[in-house]
């Protein structure tokens, strides 16, 4: 079983490793690509600074960020598992788990693609939904060779929001989260998406830490609900947790 990831805007400031090293990140099919992205974003961020923002969707105040997309060839790295510091990260808890557990995540990346949880990069800043000249948008440049790169075996667990959902589709179990609530004496439901990342950390992890290897849809909610979730299965391919007020 497979766990898709979003990336995280928050993202540790500062890494004590090695320099990157393009080579030795897990799925190598992806180091051709994942060098024209890199020398794409490298060369936009030495250019003029407005035009890199614009391209970047970032403002004024995170200039910041270009400095360090400048320096992403030479700048300390660190694993993946500690870069990203994000609330559904921060429920996850990936450094809590073990390798082989840490070794079922794909943690999807505009700049890297896909990224295993302890493959070593500096902090960065580009995300997929990003146009990147003078290759265009990241989610076409990098499908075909995620479809090439990824063939999982068994069930894909997707918790991908949708520009990193567009780089690679194939059949997968997407996790909606939903609120529950009692209004006026009545049961509402509706989607929170701060608690919807802090959720679907903690499903992630409790997954990977009790080692479920569900074998489809049917199995992952049975199997969630004996972790103790509130988890039901309105159609193929997607599966919703309740979480409730109270």
């Not at 898709?4 to 690509?33: N, Q």
């Not at 994000?86 to 429920?91: A, I, Q, R, S, T």
């Not at 840490?102 to 493959?119: E, K, N, P, T, Y």
């Not at 509706?190 to 959720?199: D, P």
Request: hydrophobic share 45%; charged share 25%.
């Amino acid at each position: 079983m497979l766990i898709l990831l979003p990336p995280s805007e928050g993202k540790a400031a500062l890494g004590d490793g090695p320099r990157l090293a393009l080579e030795s990140l897990s799925r190598p099919a992806l180091t051709p690509v994942r060098e024209r992205v890199l020398s794409a974003l490298t060369d936009l961020c030495e250019g003029p600074e407005r035009a890199a923002l614009e391209v970047l969707g970032l403002s004024e105040g995170q200039k910041d960020a270009l400095a360090r997309n400048r320096e992403l060839r030479r700048a300390p790295t660190l694993p993946a598992r500690a870069l990203y510091t994000g609330v559904l990260y921060d429920h996850l808890r990936l450094n809590d788990l073990d390798e082989a557990a840490r070794a079922r995540v794909a943690i999807f990346s505009g700049l890297w693609g896909v990224l295993g949880a302890d493959d070593h990069v500096p902090p960065y800043r580009l995300a997929m939904g990003v146009r990147l000249p003078p290759l265009g948008a990241l989610a076409g440049v990098w499908r075909p060779a995620l479809t090439e790169a990824l063939r999982p075996d068994g069930l894909v667990v997707d918790m991908r929001s949708a520009p990193y959902a567009a780089a690679w589709k194939r059949p997968a179990v997407g996790v909606r989260v939903l609120r529950e609530r009692i209004v006026d004496g009545a049961v509402r439901r509706s989607v929170v998406s701060h608690m919807a990342k802090a959720t679907r950390g903690v499903i992630a992890h409790d997954l990977l830490a009790h080692g479920i290897e569900a074998a489809d849809q049917e199995e992952l909610v049975k199997a969630l609900g004996d972790l103790g979730h509130t988890v039901e299965s309105p159609r193929v391919g997607t599966i919703e947790v309740i979480v409730c007020d109270g």
